[in-house]
């Protein structure tokens, strides 16, 4: 019987020659990626242990990037913590550098492996053919620690693309569209698999922003097939692939799914929950006080250039706080050559360093009671953003910026 | 026995323990704020021993491992639902939180009733009714066991 990419990842993580969905396995990890959302607890955690020790250093990838820079007492010594420890044991470590995933892959993740986060959106890498799935700090210190871990193998929803996005329609109204068929459980411990023509007409930034989000169908991990595309990314990221996997013909699926995705249309999901989706023009029309262009699901230099094409010689609103928060350095640097920055700074943006900013309402730009917030972040739970009695829509860039401008919830071609 | 704290579906970790403590240097600190959103007097109430149960979808989102973490140190005996997402769940195995999965009895209970959880017998008593529970696979089972997942690498 065949395999989906997902079994053949796990497999030769596994060193096994075949898996099904169900078994458990001890698995070696590629990767072992965490941020200063958890990582204070697990070196907490980590010298409490009779025998404390790493298997391989090499592996281990530690980003400051949830509240950078640092906001309040607390949060610095949590930082300082995870500095020093990373500065002691010789971790590669980033601050300031960008959000996370943004970051892992610009300079680490390459196709085939297996790699372990301690953030849910780590499903992301599947972008490049990465079998990358969230996990908490016992999680990530047991696998410092051993290197090894325990998967249950996953069943695998296949996603059949064809066609392409109209003008105007971009990954995340495909992603929410998804998310709101499927449901917020609908891939509850599954694997999320695209491929087919239509992945083709996909660039890797748009690859990273639907990766990103399955985890908000209950997915473990997202995968795509290896192409020209994503050898063309990692070459010009000076990686090769580990493995370049694809699902084989009689591999055996939990269901397939055929999108065409010319029929996708801009989308918003409503508050409070992320399978909560509309038509954007439906929702045209609510007011808005902030909005934020930014984080790891649509920060990257391409949705920055949707959003100055947009809002160029144009204002935002006076009413509204327009938040701008490029994915990580190499996109703010490739920002500011392009102009894109003094576009929306010429426009009335706030343009902030590279961080998860309000996107997990923690940091900057938090939101007041009675608020309402449209957002590229990658959740629009109750109190995502702020205050428990605020709301936050979540839309694609282009949808964001036309909002920014309007003051209200409206689409790029209203604006 | 112990009290059932009752939430519906799609309980989120944010609403669990909110990002803004998340970053606090300890569970101790945090866990004060536990479900602060959808039950301001949960923390203040919960007493070692009691229950929280939930419709489907239980712990979904963010990763963070502090949302099953703030519950074990309230005291939570176990949290039974009809369904959870698939990190908090193996979260709450791997610190030694009971994670239960039973279809019948969110809709049959309210919050305040009195509970008996069996985890050997696979059912769980309310007001003298019994509910069948779905057993943790041997593997995960043997994880909560052992008090967790840490306690292997101490051996």
């Known amino acids: 019987m065949g395999m989906t990419m997902a079994e053949k990842i796990i497999a030769a993580a596994a060193g096994v020659a075949s898996v099904k969905p169900g078994d458990i396995h001890t698995v070696e990890l590629d990767r072992l990626m965490s941020n200063d959302g958890t990582t204070h607890l697990t070196i907490d955690m980590y010298n409490k242990l009779k025998n404390p020790r790493i298997a391989d250093v090499n592996k281990l990838v530690w980003i400051v990037d949830h509240n950078v820079p640092c906001d309040s007492v607390k949060t610095a010594a949590s930082h300082k913590k995870m500095r020093d420890f990373a500065k002691e044991h010789g971790i590669q470590f980033y601050e300031g550098e960008g959000v996370c995933h943004q970051v892992m892959m610009e300079r680490h993740v390459t196709s085939g492996e297996l790699i372990f986060g301690a953030d849910s959106h780590t499903c992301a890498y ?55 068929m499927i449901g917020a459980n609908g891939a509850n411990y599954m694997a999320m698999e695209f491929g087919g023509e239509g992945l083709k007409t996909l660039n890797m930034s748009d690859r990273i922003c639907i990766c990103n989000l399955c985890v908000e169908a209950g997915a473990k991990t997202a995968l795509m097939e290896v192409d020209e595309i994503t050898l063309d990314y990692l070459k010009a990221h000076g990686r090769e692939p580990k493995h370049s996997f694809k699902s084989d013909e009689d591999a055996v699926f939990a269901k397939v799914y055929d999108i065409d995705l010319s029929t996708i249309k801009p989308i918003v999901a409503k508050p409070h929950f992320v399978d909560s989706v509309a038509d954007a023009k439906e929702c045209a029309g609510t007011k808005i006080d902030e909005a934020f262009l930014g984080s790891c699901n649509n920060g990257r230099i391409e949705d920055l250039r949707v959003g100055a094409a947009i809002i160029r010689g144009k204002k935002v609103h006076p009413l509204v706080r327009f938040l701008v928060v490029p994915a990580s350095a190499e996109v703010y640097r490739q920002a500011l050559a392009e102009g894109i920055i003094d576009t929306f700074m010429e426009a009335g943006a706030i343009v902030m360093n590279p961080n998860c900013s309000v996107c997990w309402g923690s940091c900057q730009g938090v939101i007041g009671e009675g608020e309402t917030l449209i957002s590229t972040g990658t959740r629009n739970f109750k109190g995502r953003a702020g205050h428990k009695d605020s709301f936050v829509y979540l839309a694609s860039a282009a949808t964001v910026t036309a909002s920014a401008v309007k003051g209200e919830i409206a689409t790029a071609d209203m604006v | 026995m112990g009290k059932i704290f009752k939430f519906q579906q799609d309980v989120d970790t944010d609403q669990i323990i909110a990002s803004q403590y998340i970053i606090f240097p300890t569970i101790d600190e945090m866990k004060g704020h536990a479900f602060e959103s959808l039950d301001p007097d949960f923390a203040s109430q919960v007493q070692p021993g009691d229950y929280v149960v939930a419709s489907e979808n239980f712990g979904c989102g963010s990763s963070r491992e502090q949302a099953p973490s703030v519950l074990k140190a309230l005291g939570v005996q176990a949290v039974v639902a009809k369904s959870f997402a698939r990190i908090f769940y193996r979260n709450a195995i791997n610190i030694g939180l009971p994670v239960i999965v039973c279809k019948d009895l969110h809709d049959n209970v309210n919050a305040g009733d009195e509970m008996e959880l069996s985890m050997q017998e696979g059912v769980v008593r309310v007001n003298g009714k019994e509910y069948a529970c779905t057993k943790l696979p041997e593997y995960m089972q043997g994880i909560l066991d052992q008090g967790g997942l840490i306690a292997s690498l101490n051996e």
Do not use: H, Q
């Not at chain 1, 490049?128 to 016992?138: I, L, N």
């Not at chain 1, 695998?156 to 066609?163: C, E, I, R, S, V």
């Open chain 1, 126 to 180: 599947g972008a490049v053919g990465a079998f990358g799935t969230g996990v908490g700090c016992t999680d990530y210190l047991y696998a410092m620690v051993t290197g090894k871990s325990w998967l249950l193998v996953p069943e695998t929803l296949k996603f059949n693309l064809t066609g392409k996005l109209n003008d105007g329609v971009y990954a995340r109204d495909f992603i929410l569209s998804i998310i709101g």
